[in-house]
């Protein structure tokens, strides 16, 4: 049986976040305008910068601060933000768009994806972050979570 939309592309977001360098968890993103692939994203280390996994290990893990908590102590960007940062940096608008990821997004991401213009979020797993479905909801994008 031919897969819909949405777990095509949610499997691509499968394949992205393998490129991931995060110790505690990989995430993919892919945005996606008119059924076509603007851009992909997953976590990690600023390009050019080193990962936590060539310095040792994660600061996080190491302070044993919990999932959604102190995300400025980390070194890397999220699936989301690097996806966004990539449309900006070859030009590619990401108004009216859909991003597929593989984590619900936490509220940091959630107000970037608003200002980005994405319309709707396809996501699998929970994160633990209400105030981002709740400023998701406040704007009116359509949030998806699939099995």
């Given at each position: ?98 991003i ?14 608003v ?7 396809v ?25």
């Open positions: 049986m031919r897969k819909s939309w949405d777990e095509y592309f949610m499997e691509i977001a499968e394949i992205v976040k393998t490129r991931s360098t995060c110790l505690r968890r990989q995430v993919g993103a892919v945005i996606v305008k008119d059924n076509r692939i603007i851009t992909t994203g997953y976590n990690g280390a600023p390009s050019g910068l080193r990962h936590c996994t060539d310095i040792g290990g994660c600061e996080r893990e190491r302070l044993h601060i919990p999932s959604g908590q102190r995300h400025e102590l980390c070194r890397a960007l999220h699936a989301e933000q690097n996806a966004i940062i990539q449309a900006a940096k070859v030009g590619v608008s990401t108004e009216g768009a859909t597929y990821i593989t984590l619900q997004p936490c509220v940091i991401c959630a107000k970037m994806l200002n980005a213009g994405i319309t709707r979020i996501h699998r797993g929970e994160y633990p972050d209400p105030l981002s479905q709740s400023i998701l909801a406040e704007a009116g994008i359509e949030v998806m979570a699939m099995d």
